[in-house]
């Protein structure tokens, strides 16, 4: 019990455009309460709850050629009674 299982795990390049494409994915996905996501790394579909804990932040590092910035998102939420 308490085992981590990682279900999904995507890292690729693409333009902008299409990565805002897929977090209103996402977004859809969590106010309809199923997050569905599917990529060229493959897919995952999982029950969200009414409530789920946030965290974002923006962090930039200076580079040699110039300023590197990186946008994390962290969701975690609970569902009851799906324990294996």
């Not at 994915?25 to 579909?45: F, H, K, M, N, W």
């Amino acid at each position: 019990m308490g085992d981590k299982n990682k279900l999904y795990k995507c890292e690729e390049s693409r333009l902008t455009y299409n990565a805002g494409h897929l977090l209103r994915q996402i977004g859809e996905g969590l106010a309809q309460g199923r997050l569905t996501i599917a990529c060229d790394c493959g897919s995952v579909d999982v029950p969200v709850s009414n409530e789920a804990e946030i965290e974002v932040a923006v962090v930039e590092k200076a580079t040699e050629g110039g300023m590197k910035r990186k946008l994390e998102i962290e969701l975690k939420w609970f569902v009851p009674g799906e324990a294996e």
